[in-house]
């Protein structure tokens, strides 16, 4: 079935950068949307950023100017530049897609998560 498969986490220094990537496989699927969210114990899941296939992204107030997210249409896949890192972006970060497969109905889609900690 469809999965998510999230690379490129790990430790950094405070101020120093990450690259995340996702890569979406296992059907014929067309996807709408794709994102990264977070998550530290004991709170809720938050989205960082989206992007619209082919359209526009949105980021949270926390991470704008400093994060970008982009798409690789041919490879189905999703990054995540993250800049000038703080130690509050110490988090899992898990990657996001709504996606439709074939001619079915419109799902949501969630990555194994990746860990995220920037020391200061």
């Known amino acids: 079935q469809v999965q998510l498969v999230e690379s490129g986490g790990g430790l950094v220094q405070a101020g120093g950068s990450l690259r995340l990537s996702c890569a979406a496989s296992?059907?014929?699927?067309?996807?709408?949307?794709m994102g990264w969210y977070r998550q530290v114990p004991g709170k809720q899941r938050e989205l960082v950023a989206s992007i619209i296939s082919f359209g526009p992204t949105n980021y949270a107030d926390s991470v704008k100017g400093r994060f970008a997210i982009s798409r690789d249409y041919n490879k189905n896949t999703v990054s995540l530049q993250m800049n000038s890192l703080k130690p509050e972006d110490t988090a899992v970060y898990y990657c996001y897609a709504r996606l439709n497969i074939r001619g079915r109905s419109q799902d949501d889609y969630w990555g194994q998560g990746t860990q995220v900690t920037v020391s200061s």
């Open positions: 296992g059907g014929i699927f067309i996807i709408t949307a």
